[in-house]
């Protein structure tokens, strides 16, 4: 009976330090999203990594860490927008996320260029684009170019306008530019194009 009730309680114990740390990363993933949308960039770039960090090795190419890879860039590069850390610094902080997954946030397609929006390339539709920038449109964070598996055309550009759309893929590369106004230049490889419900 007491091997029972050991079990049993070893058992709840268990469930409750899951419970716990679920609770824990639910309140980190909510003052996450809380200190990107303020713009807040030194908390978003710590709980990005802590969150990234968590996530065990056999998830590593999941749709979570690709989220909190890109999220651990731009909050990157809004430190660097603020001059709290330098070129060379940032992008030692991001060069080993290339070869690994990324996932961007939901963006609307537009056939004009635009920030935050996803437009193509001056080379066609088979590469898209994306100007990520801060709210007010002052600050430019990222240029982002997206190579998708299966091609848009110019025609799948068009019928998708005002939609939103999730992009990802492979990070190929990833550099620092500018040096009056610094962001990073992304290049996605085997990109994905999922469309986002309202």
Known sequence: MKKVLS?????????????????????????????????????????????LNSIPA????????????YMYILSESGLMDLGKVDKPEA????IGFVGKPIM????????????????STSNGADTLFVTAANKKATSIFAFEYIVLKQKWTDAD????????????????????????FKRFKLLIDEGTAEEQQP
Do not use: Y
Request: aromatic residues 6%; neutral net charge; glycine residues 6%.
């Open 7 to 51: 079990v049993i309680l070893l058992f709840m114990l268990a469930c409750f330090f899951a419970q716990a740390q679920s609770l824990t990363d639910d309140q980190k993933w909510d003052s996450l999203i809380s200190s990107l949308e303020a713009e807040d960039w030194m908390p978003a770039n710590q709980l990005s990594l802590s969150l």
């Open 58 to 69: 056999a998830e590593q190419n999941g749709n979570q860490a690709a989220m909190l890879r």
């Open 91 to 94: 992008l030692k902080k991001v």
């Open 104 to 119: 961007l946030p939901g963006h609307p397609v537009s056939v004009k260029q635009g920030f935050n929006s996803i437009t």
């Open 157 to 180: 550009l068009n019928a998708n306008a005002g939609k939103i759309w999730r992009l990802g893929g492979i990070l190929k590369s990833i550099n620092v530019e500018g040096n009056m």
